[in-house]
Structure formats: C-alpha cells, structure tokens
C-alpha cells in the first residue's frame, strides 16, 4: 500500500515518519519542497505518479494569534489545499486521513466533553479555516477520517512543553492561565494510532470524524506545573492567572476537552494518560540533551 503524508516536518509527521520506519508499506513523506499542496495539478500528479491509497494530511496553518492577520493564507493551507488533497484522494479512489482541531468548537460554554456531532462554533481564524477544511471535504465526496486533536506537543518543532521546559528552568516566576481548560496530545500517541489504523486497514468503511486527545483534563497552569516537576524545574514559582491578563488577537476557548468515546468503541484502542505520555516525552527530551 502506498501511503502519502503530507506536512512531514512537523510534530505529527516527524513522529509518524519515526514509527513506520519498519513497514512493509511504502510511506511517501513530503513537506513544501516536496509537494506543494495548495497546487490542486501538483497534488493529482503524485497522487497519480505513486498509485497513492492513503493520504495522511498533517500539514496546517497552526499560528493561532497570527491568523488573524493572515486570514487568507491560513484558509489557502487549512481550507483550499484540503480540498486539494481530497479531489485528489477521490480520483484515484483513496482515503484520506486528515488531522484538524479542537479550535472548532470554542464559543458556546461547553462544560461537558465536546462530541464528534456538535455544531462548530470557532472563536478565531484559525479555527474557523480548520472548520473550513472538514466542509471541503465533505463537500467532496472522498472516503475520509477527520481526527481533531488538541494541546500537540512532541520532541519536535516548537510547542509548548519545549518552551516550558525552558521557561521554567531560566525563569525565577512564571503565571500560566488557568481558565482554559483541555487535554494535551503526545504527537507520538496520536502518530501511533493513525499508524496502526493505517497497517491493519481498520479505516476502510470506518469513515467520519473522531476525536483523538490523551486521556484526562487540566488546565495550561496544571499543564506545566507536571512539565516542570518531571524535569526536576524546582526553582519557578508557576502561579495561576486569568486569560484577560495575557491581550490576544483571538479569543481561545475556555473548555474544549474532546469526548473520544467513539474512537475508542469504533477501533478498540485505549488511549494513554496525558500525565504518563509527557512524562515519556520529558524523559525522551533530557536524555537527547
């Protein structure tokens, strides 16, 4: 099976790239240099040109507060290239895996976790061409999985363990909001999830949406009080504090845990803690270091 990932220098990517390493399966890694996807021609070509079977799309606009002053790139690479890369995906009669967000839901006060079928309602630009990108494909017609995920973190790229694990090391006092609550997502979790989808075929007939996060709820205070404890980061004072004293172009949502019931029901797998999956990457990270 010939297997097309898109975004292959980021988070996910880096991470699926590592783990299907010893696949029979040919995996075909590409970022911007290797194929530009928001080049609908570009796109049908190597779809073609590779007999592709699966395209895992990881590639994204992600800059949350910068998309609201680049609203039109951020659809071209969320929006415009999905549709791409599923016109693409339907002509040669494959499925496509597309990776979105929690950052469609966002402005109704959710307290309860947000399910698969829930109306999108985004605070920002970002969100909005995440949304934006689901309705492509949709509208297309191709046979699809969409995976919104939340809070990616990894050994990869810039997130926000790395820049805690730095802030909390160098600074003496750090305040990180509280009132926005979620779960964060180990990239190498959700990489090996899709990749095990991928290899036992589980994803035929089993398209639509499904939420994948690490397990449990906390908040981004909660987050990197764990991030500085398991990296023995004892000497900052981390405090709490409101959203309101940190001035954004975009209003982030204050609750956006993802149910993941039907993920779990539909391919029978369990789905990591989110305090044992940092744990692993923090350890991962200072051992390379």
Known sequence: MNILVTGANGQLGSCLRDISAGSTDRYIFTDVAELDITDADAVKKMAREHSVNVIVNCAAYTNVDKAEDDADFAELLNATAVRNLAEAAKENDATLIHVSTDYVFGKEPYNVPC??????????????????????????????????TAWLYSEYGKNFVKTMLNLTATKPQLNVVFDQTGTPTYARDLAQALFDIIES???????????????????????????????????????????????????????????????KETFGMKVPYWTDSLRQCITNLTTEN
């Open 115 to 148: 399910r698969e079928d829930q109306k999108g309602t985004p605070t920002g630009v970002y969100g909005l061409t995440k949304l934006h990108g689901e309705q492509a494909i949709a509208e297309t017609g191709v046979k699809a999985l969409i995976f919104r």
């Open 201 to 263: 075929r589980a994803f035929a007939g089993k398209e639509g949406v499904y939420h994948y996060s690490n397990e449990g709820v906390c908040s981004w205070y909660d987050f990197t009080k764990m991030i500085a404890e398991y990296a023995g980061n004892t000497g900052c004072d981390i405090q709490p504090c409101h959203s309101d004293e940190f001035p954004s172009k975009v209003v982030r949502p204050s609750y956006s845990v993802l149910d993941k019931t039907k993920f």
